[in-house]
């Protein structure tokens, strides 16, 4: 069993609110009056690059098999 409530029937509505306001007014008085920024102008570097294509899970692919086939290659063979 269970109880539904709504949200505007919980007790701590009231101080819910008052908390939410006090705590959005010391947010904007803490807030420095300077623009904030989105680092826009820091981002030049990754104005010419592409996408990652279609096709890479194939590079992830062979990357893997050449790690796999270095390993069996060096690894010592036990020979009984």
Same mark, same amino acid.
């Given at each position: 069993?269970?109880?539904?409530?709504?949200?505007?029937?919980?007790?701590?509505?009231?101080?819910?609110?008052?908390?939410? &306001?006090?705590?959005?007014?010391?947010? @904007?008085?803490? %807030?420095?009056?300077?623009? !904030?920024?989105? +680092?826009?102008?820091? $981002?030049?570097?990754?104005?010419?690059?592409?996408?990652?294509?279609?096709? &890479?899970?194939?590079?992830?692919?062979? @990357?893997?098999? %050449?790690?796999?086939?270095? !390993?069996?290659? +060096?690894?010592?063979? $036990?020979?009984?």
């Amino acid at each position: 069993m269970g109880i539904m409530i709504n949200k505007e029937d919980d007790k701590n509505n009231d101080l819910e609110q008052r908390i939410s &306001a006090d705590l959005r007014a010391r947010a @904007v008085k803490t %807030a420095p009056d300077t623009e !904030v920024t989105d +680092f826009e102008n820091d $981002s030049e570097y990754v104005r010419d690059t592409k996408k990652t294509g279609r096709f &890479a899970w194939v590079w992830i692919v062979l @990357v893997v098999l %050449a790690i796999i086939s270095l !390993v069996i290659i +060096f690894m010592p063979v $036990s020979r009984d």
